[in-house]
């Protein structure tokens, strides 16, 4: 033991400690350049896909707006006929879809889409808007999986 420590108290010999030093400031911030680029590439994709989204969301708005018709339409097939039609009109090129009706217009609906009119459904439907007819709910989904399912060619989705 070293001289100027013996006969001291352990409160003398407390006194003689040395604090411990401050430990530096960590930095938050990245160190490495390759975070940064990370960080950045993360930032780019986000609002890339931010923005496809947003694409999209703006090119189905009107199967949004034609599916909250068919359900106001509460399956009155009067009402569906002219929501498929005005669908129909709003993405297809006018010249394609307006001729078209009976037999013709139930085959481009059934070749367009996943959804396929059957002959009585399809036959109800074309007629629907001439004569009274009755609230089918089937029409309905049909018309509701049309919608949802059409493909239109040279648009990306």
Request: glycine share 4%.
């Amino acid at each position: 033991m070293s001289a100027d420590v013996e006969g001291k108290s352990l409160v003398e010999l407390l006194d003689m400690l040395k604090p411990a030093p401050e430990p530096q400031v960590i930095a938050m911030t990245p160190q490495t350049v390759g975070w940064l680029i990370l960080a950045v590439l993360l930032i780019f994709a986000v609002l890339c896909a931010a923005l496809l989204i947003r694409r999209r969301r703006k090119l189905n708005a009107y199967r949004r707006l034609a599916l909250a018709n068919i359900d106001d339409a509460q399956g009155d097939v009067a009402q569906i006929a002219d929501v498929l039609r005005r669908t129909a009109l709003a993405v297809y090129p006018r010249s394609l879809v307006a001729g078209l009706y009976g037999r013709e217009w139930i085959d481009f609906l059934n070749r367009s889409s996943a959804a396929v009119f059957p002959d009585a459904l399809g036959h109800v439907l074309t007629e629907a808007p001439y004569k009274a007819t009755r609230n089918d709910p089937e029409v309905a989904e049909i018309a509701k999986k049309w919608i949802k399912t059409h493909r239109v060619e040279g648009v990306s989705w």
